[in-house]
């Protein structure tokens, strides 16, 4: 399956998998999966939530623009800054500012982890776009 046909069925966020923490999902392996989901959620901004900080929040609109649009094109993943092959969180620079993106797995109900981040039926992904400072 191409990355275009399964951002396109990642759509869906009721969709179900039938994948474990130890077992390989339909579309890969589970940290393959999880990477599609975190991939998608921040390249699109579907597929969870995305949020904000408040040092960020107060930039001016065409710097945020910048950062969100910056994270949304982030592909430099290697073994040093995403060591479990998710994509959930890299550090980069925008307009001379260091900025930290990180993706967290909560239950739907936002009250606990996801028990399976492989899984969009069971679990809220939340992109966290920070300045460093703000960490």
């Not at 107060?58 to 949304?72: C, E, G, M, P, Y």
């Amino acid at each position: 399956m191409t990355t275009d046909a399964a951002a396109a069925r990642m759509k869906d966020s009721h969709m179900t998998l039938d994948c474990s923490f130890s077992q390989n999902c339909a579309l890969g392996s589970r940290q393959q999966r999880i990477a599609q989901l975190n991939d998608s959620l921040r390249r699109t901004g579907q597929g969870g939530r995305v949020v904000l900080t408040a040092g960020v929040a107060a930039l001016q609109a065409t710097v945020i623009a910048d950062i969100v649009a910056t994270v949304a094109r982030f592909d430099k993943f290697d073994g040093d800054n995403d060591p479990y092959g998710e994509h959930d969180c890299a550090v980069l620079e925008v307009g001379g500012k260091a900025i930290i993106w990180k993706v967290d797995y909560y239950d739907r109900a936002m009250q606990f982890g996801s028990d399976d981040p492989a899984d969009p039926a069971v679990t809220t992904r939340v992109l966290t776009i920070m300045l460093s400072e703000d960490y």
